[in-house]
């Protein structure tokens, strides 16, 4: 089954840029939406390869703020309830790099300490689920090992994929940008 046809069916998507989502989609338009958003999906995916391969070619990648920023997205800091695509998956493409153990928080139905096997630094890893339809993972920074080298983060923060969820940060926080801009905005350009 169609991972993301739930998703499109039963959740409203944000489109800061488009016309407003229309609360119900036809089968067509949804299957539709789906082919386009795993293609998209598939682009950043990449993307996310080739720049940790660059961080680790140098350093880590805990010494680039901008990756720090992505991975650290979480809608609990804003008071919504979103899980962020770019989050999501550049914490899933990242993981081999952490060694995990228990932590001592307790605050989200999975706490994880995550430490980097290069540098040391040390995060927080949480996973919560706010619905049936709406979960999201983040990896906060506690301690930074690494001397920062990449380009600082930005604001509001720039996102190809976006957010899902059933409550959503303004626009002063994340912005809707296209692959181009993205993918510039990881490779620090
Ligand atoms: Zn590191």
Request: proline residues 5%.
């Amino acid at each position: 089954m169609n991972p993301f046809k739930k998703i499109f069916q039963k959740t409203k998507t944000q489109q800061p840029d488009q016309e407003p989502a229309k609360k119900y989609l036809s089968k067509e338009e949804t299957e539709q939406r789906n082919k386009e958003f795993m293609a998209r999906f598939e682009q950043v995916k990449n993307l996310f390869i080739s720049s940790l391969a660059a961080y680790n070619a140098e350093n880590c990648p805990c010494a680039y703020p901008r990756f720090q920023q992505i991975i650290g997205i979480d809608c609990r800091d804003t008071g919504n309830s979103f899980k962020c695509f770019e989050t999501d998956l550049l914490i899933n493409l990242s993981k081999a790099g952490f060694d995990i153990e228990k932590s001592q928080l307790t605050d989200e139905c999975t706490n994880e300490k995550w430490t980097c096997k290069k540098c040391g630094s040390t995060y927080e890893y949480g996973w919560s689920d706010f619905s049936i339809y709406v979960e999201r993972q983040k990896l906060k920074l506690v301690h930074l090992a690494a001397s920062p080298k990449g380009k600082p983060a930005v604001h509001p923060i720039p996102l190809y994929l976006g957010l899902m969820g059933h409550s959503y940060p303004s626009k002063t926080e994340i912005t809707s940008v296209d692959f181009g801009a993205f993918e510039n905005y990881l490779t620090e350009k």
